[in-house]
């Protein structure tokens, strides 16, 4: 009776509003009659929740598709006699995450989805099937789920530039009937597994994607510790490597004293050290105010404190130097600023 009115008078959202507010009403009843049914009814309920949830997913999808084809984000905040004039909000994203209070995130995988299972309109006025048919059948028969969804489309994504079409079409369709049968972490498990047997190497990043990921990235403090993630080129992780290898080298005896600004490396084995070098290499090892031994609280070294001793007394040599720009901030406290002996001194 609900549709035929829907259909004769074409009022959608008070239908939807009806639809809603009856669902809230029952909502209300099963939270205080829930405890009281039989495992059979509430057993069935439960089933049928999740049915409507699919369906609701479903609608989200379809939403979010057509906002972003009709372009409706670009209405907002325009000067209707300034055609140059800016709109309220960025993107079709950044209009859902707004309108809808979920996250950008969010928004942009609803939009991706809706690209991959839904119809298009050609310039001729006419319509191409969705890129994914066999996902749209089942996503427009609630038979799988947003997440299901998400996860079938983005792999089939992610293998599309490198499958054959007739590998990629039989891969979606399994995938889409798993979705529909099985729960979502066998969907994960079978969706890897095809994606490995079709491209058992993975994509190689394009040089873009390696220049976006590069950096260090400060993870916070946690329990008293920095955290650092450092993700580099081959070139430069040969010299962060490189620095941080001399304290793990047990040949190389190295002193850095802040306090006196002097620093002194020399090599240990016996083809490369003099009768002088290899006194003060001797010394140094032996003194016990030196760097070259481990730090207080260190009394055996692991070789992931040793690379951090490492890598920080080159920092503290390059600070030494007076190299480094002076806007670069304040030198750490207790170390300032001291100065290499020269070649001669």
């Known amino acids: 009776m609900a549709i035929a009115a829907f259909e004769a008078t074409e009022e959608v959202t008070g239908f939807l509003a009806s639809m809603r507010d009856q669902l809230q009403e029952f909502a209300a009843v099963f939270r205080e009659a829930a405890a009281l049914e039989t495992p059979g009814v509430l057993a069935e309920c439960v089933g049928l929740f999740e049915d409507f949830s699919r369906t609701v997913e479903q609608l989200q999808v379809t939403g ?7 372009g409706v984000a670009s209405l907002f905040g325009r000067d209707p006699g300034n055609p140059e004039s800016k709109t309220e909000f960025r993107d079709t994203a950044d209009y859902l995450r707004a ?29 191409a099937p969705p890129k994914y048919e066999h996902l749209a059948a089942g996503l427009a028969a609630s038979e799988i ?43 994960r498990i079978v969706a890897r597994s095809w994606e490995a047997a079709i491209d058992p190497d993975g994509r190689e990043p ?4 390696l220049t976006a990921q590069q950096g260090v990235f ?18 430069q992780y040969e010299h962060l490597i490189t620095a941080m290898n001399t304290a793990t080298n047990p040949r190389l005896q190295t002193t850095f004293s802040p306090e006196a600004g002097n620093l002194q490396a020399t090599d240990s084995s016996p083809g490369h050290l003099t009768d002088g070098a290899a006194g003060e290499a001797s010394e140094a090892a032996a003194d016990p105010a030196g760097e070259a031994g481990p730090p207080p ?23 030494s130097t007076d190299k480094l720009p002076a806007s670069g901030g304040p030198p750490p406290a207790g170390h300032g600023h001291h100065r290499l002996p020269g070649p001669h001194e």
């Open 99 to 127: 309108r809808l209070r979920i996250s950008r995130t969010e928004a942009r995988r609803r939009i991706r989805v809706g690209a991959g299972t839904m119809p298009h309109t050609l310039i001729s006025g006419g319509e």
């Open 206 to 209: 394009s040089t873009e994607q």
């Open 64 to 70: 979010a598709h057509a906002i972003e084809q009709q």
């Open 218 to 235: 400060v993870k916070g403090k946690r329990w008293g510790l920095h955290r650092f993630e450092v993700r580099a080129t081959d070139e």
């Open 145 to 187: 789920g947003g997440t299901a969804a998400t996860l079938i489309h983005d792999t089939l994504e992610r293998i599309r530039p490198v499958a054959a079409p007739d590998h990629l079409a039989a891969m979606e369709e399994q995938l889409t009937r798993q979705a529909a049968e099985a729960d979502l972490d066998t969907l």
């Open 297 to 319: 609280g260190w009394p055996n070294p692991t070789r992931p404190q040793l690379l951090l001793q490492g890598l920080v007394g080159a920092c503290q040599i390059a600070l």
